[in-house]
């Protein structure tokens, strides 16, 4: 089958869960004997096009107009990636489009119209949802989701609650939304690494305790709250110490958070860190913290499972559906310092119980959210909209 | 602003000039937004034939897109 797959974020091109997932997903679609077709936009030092060890053909797409507003710089850019698929269409006969989130929607809704192939939509996260739609252009956003969405043949969410989200919101019939749950390369997280001196390059001494958190410095992930809870776990643990690895324009008002907890010292914000480094850091961490308040799925609890490290997280969203309380990892309140404070002790006080977590864990990510099982699932649905 | 007008690489590097063009932000406000930028990663400049050229880093397009992603 010839999948096209459109998105804004691919490798390097990476912030958030979307990269990751293309990846992922194409990948194993491509181990499945499917011609994969990538188009994203164009990044700093990365070819124009280039043609992966597993088969999966990358067009990076250069946006030759720019704008100063970025929603029209969204729609000139979609424009240049619609002529790139019209050229690259006319060799290669598409039999599906993948369109992931909003920002690529407008060039899949034209280029499925122009060939006459229906378009898989999969809605990682809504505008409603990120932050509430709340301007013009928050408006705009929305509306090219709901499009986006009314467009699709069929919607993929990877979680219920997203779906429930998904469905309430656009007012979408139930049984146009799909669940296939994000998946982890689990092998990326099997080599041996030494603990001591990844640790030691975040300033972090054997004897401490290193609690981890991964995410976009953005307000829906709750990092604020883990910032208050730091007071909170280290009158228990003095011994803890904080990285918090991550980017995002919410950064310096959380660096200043940071530094009225008096306790600034124990934080270390890393910024962007490369996948490689993630994955040590991730396996040398005592713990992972998840601060949550609005998660469609949250791969990165996935990462944390496979990585091997004890994970606690907010109940909400997607990690409500991935962690099972006390049995996989350890579910706390969102928006509550003292909940994932409480959260955080509990797993650094009992290594044996942390232990039988992570081995849980790891068993749960291997049987369910493997990469291949979720590259056929999406194939059925291109195959059931294909028809 | 860099990254949405197209200066995301050093051949694609704008003067200040060409980006008050853009902002309609006076030139010695931008002159200082850039230069804290620029200590922070996410700007960069080169200079061609005399002139300062302004581009956003790779890491600064991430921070871009973590306001939409």
Known sequence: MKIGMLTWEYPPRIVGGIASHCLGLARALADLRHEVHIFTLDFPGTPAYEETEEGVKIYRVASELGHPNFLTWVLLFNHFIEKRIADVSQNVKFAVLHVHDWLTAPSGIAFKRSIGKPMVLTMHSTEHGRSGVHNPDSSTIDGLEWWAAYEASKVITTSDSMKSEVCGHFRLPWEKVEIIPNAVDSDKYHGSVDRGAVRARYGVQPHEKLVLSVGRLVPQKGIEYLIQAVPNVAWRFPEAKFVIVGEGWYRDHLQYLAGTTGQSWRINFTGFIPDHELIALTMSADVLAISSIYEPFGIVALEGMAAGVPVVASQVGGLAEIIEHDKTGVLVYSRNPDSLAWGIKHVLSNPDHARWLVQNARETVQKAYSWKAIAKRTVNLYREVAR | ?69
């Not at chain 2, 590097?13 to 006076?26: G, K």
């Not at chain 2, 050229?53 to 790779?58: D, F, G």
């Open chain 2, 1 to 69: 602003m860099l990254h949405n007008i197209g200066a995301t690489k050093m051949e694609k590097s704008m003067s200040i000039e060409e980006v008050v063009q853009w902002t309609e932000v006076d030139i010695e406000t931008l002159r200082n937004l850039l230069q804290k930028l620029r200590e922070l990663g996410y700007v960069e400049f080169v200079e061609i034939a005399g002139t300062e050229k302004y581009y956003v880093t790779p890491v600064g397009i991430t921070k871009v897109m973590t306001l939409y992603s």
